[in-house]
């Protein structure tokens, strides 16, 4: 058990005000661990520095050489924060049994750190960090969030509610995790599509610590706007199925129409003129539906991603081989 190596993933973009806090509570964090047994001491925290333009990559350079438990990777440039925790996770994955992603903010508890390793050594590959209430955030942000994750689930995206980017995987789901090539990336809901053993660990969303949030609003619309558009075809099939609603009020348009003519009552010119508006209008919407139909088969296609995930494998060669 002890010899299991735990590597915290710290994305960073202009973190300069919380890093030196952040460090002092994950390595003491790490410390507790250690004695405790649950990781081993080749443990680690690994800050990713996403391209910053202050002074974040000093801060951390400074901290891998005072202390051996830390380490860092620096991004050429500004690449988000889900690339950024994937640079991270990738170079975390040939040193690590465990990995756990937290924001450099400390917004979520790093205490429950321990719970999720609890969870590991109970045989979980993934386990979520879920926010318990959102007092911290901010009126906007809190109902922003939770119609995002509404719409999410609507449209068919499996996620876990009021999940962020805090969790822990095992050595072997964040390798898998490598095997979904895409450019999109959403890593809340890729990871629940991966399977395997999962738990959740609730916490109380505190406030960020210092420093400005890096998600400002365009920020959040645009990720919102991916996570939807990277998983679902369903706004496609929505068009589709506008395009037979608006042929059906063509039909009883027709039927109106046809009952004003018999009646006498239809002005001269505006049968012709309102059947084929609402017609036209929906054979287009209709073929554009089956068009974006095919679009949708391409770009499930072009993910490439893997089709299944082997979780455990009993009595193949390659495991009688020792
Ligand atoms: N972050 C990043 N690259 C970016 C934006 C943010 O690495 O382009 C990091 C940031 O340093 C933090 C985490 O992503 O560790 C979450 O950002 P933030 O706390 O600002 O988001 P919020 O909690 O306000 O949603
Ligand atoms: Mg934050």
């Given at each position: 058990m002890i010899n299991e190596n735990l590597y915290i993933v710290v994305p960073c973009y202009n973190e300069q005000e919380v890093l030196p806090a952040t460090n002092t509570k994950l390595l003491s964090l790490l410390e507790e661990l250690v004695a405790a047994q649950l990781?081993?001491?080749?443990s680690r925290v690994l800050y990713v520095?996403?391209?910053?333009?202050?002074?974040t990559w000093n801060i951390l350079n400074e901290m891998t050489q005072s202390n051996k438990r830390v380490a860092a990777v620096k991004l050429?440039?500004?690449?988000?924060h889900q690339n950024a925790l994937l640079a991270g996770l990738e170079a975390a994955l040939p040193h690590a049994h465990i990995m756990v992603s937290i924001d450099a903010?400390?917004?979520?508890?790093?205490?429950v750190i321990k719970e999720m390793v609890e969870h590991y050594h109970s045989g979980c590959d993934v386990v979520y960090g879920v926010r318990?209430?959102?007092?911290?955030?901010s009126w906007f942000k809190r109902s922003t969030a939770q119609a995002f994750y509404r719409t999410m689930h609507r449209l068919g995206v499996k996620s876990v509610y009021n999940?962020?980017?805090f969790r822990l995987m095992s050595n072997r789901a964040v390798a898998q995790l490598?095997?979904?090539?895409?450019?999109?990336?959403f890593l809340r809901g890729i990871v629940p599509l991966m399977g395997y053993r999962t738990a959740n660990v609730y916490y109380d969303r505190s406030a960020?610590?210092?420093?400005?949030?890096?998600?400002p609003l365009g920020k959040m619309v645009s990720f919102a706007v991916d996570g939807i558009t990277s998983f679902s075809i369903k706004p496609v099939r929505m068009v589709f199925t506008l395009g037979l609603i608006f042929l059906f009020i063509a039909l009883c348009m027709l039927a109106y129409v046809l009952v004003a003519y018999f009646t006498h009552r239809a002005v001269s010119g505006w049968a012709s003129l309102i059947l084929s508006v609402w017609f036209i209008g929906g054979c287009l919407l209709m073929s554009l539906g089956i068009v974006g139909e095919y679009i949708g088969k391409i770009y499930i296609e072009v993910k490439?991603?893997?089709?299944y995930n082997v979780e455990e494998k009993a009595g193949l060669e390659e495991e009688n081989k020792e």
């Open positions: 990781v081993s001491p080749l520095d996403d391209g910053s333009t202050d002074n050429a440039t500004n690449a988000g903010d400390l917004q979520d508890d790093c205490e318990r209430e959102r007092k911290s955030d999940h962020a980017d490598m095997q979904y090539r895409e450019r999109n990336l960020r610590m210092a420093g400005k949030s890096k998600y490439d991603r893997p089709r």
